[in-house]
Nanobody
């Protein structure tokens, strides 16, 4: 079982910055991709950014140039640095991890509980 815990959310003014962290714990053999999703009020969850174990990244067009995803493989932790925040970035942010717990089972996707990010205008 892989447990993910996000932190770093909060209230910030437009133009400000926040850094989200997500730590994975449990009996982890290896983690492939880790990602950040968000769910704005009344909308569906959407992919924000994703990073593979080798470091390759993907960003949604809406956050390119403003957000940076990174990870510390030794700590099984993924980060999301969010700069130049806009009111439309307001959402609950969730992290996920595609992890394998042993050689007998395939990779499984786990989710964190979410952290609220609110950007005021």
């Amino acid at each position: 079982q892989v447990h993910l815990v996000e932190s770093g959310g909060g209230l910030v003014q437009a133009g400000g910055s926040l850094r989200l962290s997500c730590a994975a714990s449990g009996s982890i053999l290896t983690i492939n991709a880790m990602g950040w999703y968000r769910q704005p009020p009344g909308k569906q969850r959407e992919l924000v950014a994703r990073i593979r174990s080798g470091g390759s990244t993907y960003y949604a067009d809406s956050v390119k140039g403003r957000f940076t995803i990174s990870r510390d493989n030794a700590k099984n932790t993924v980060y999301l640095q969010m700069n130049s925040l806009k009111p439309e970035d307001t959402a609950v942010y969730y992290c996920n991890a595609d992890a394998r717990v042993d050689f007998y089972r395939d990779y499984e996707l786990s989710w964190g509980q979410g952290t609220q990010v609110t950007v005021s205008s």
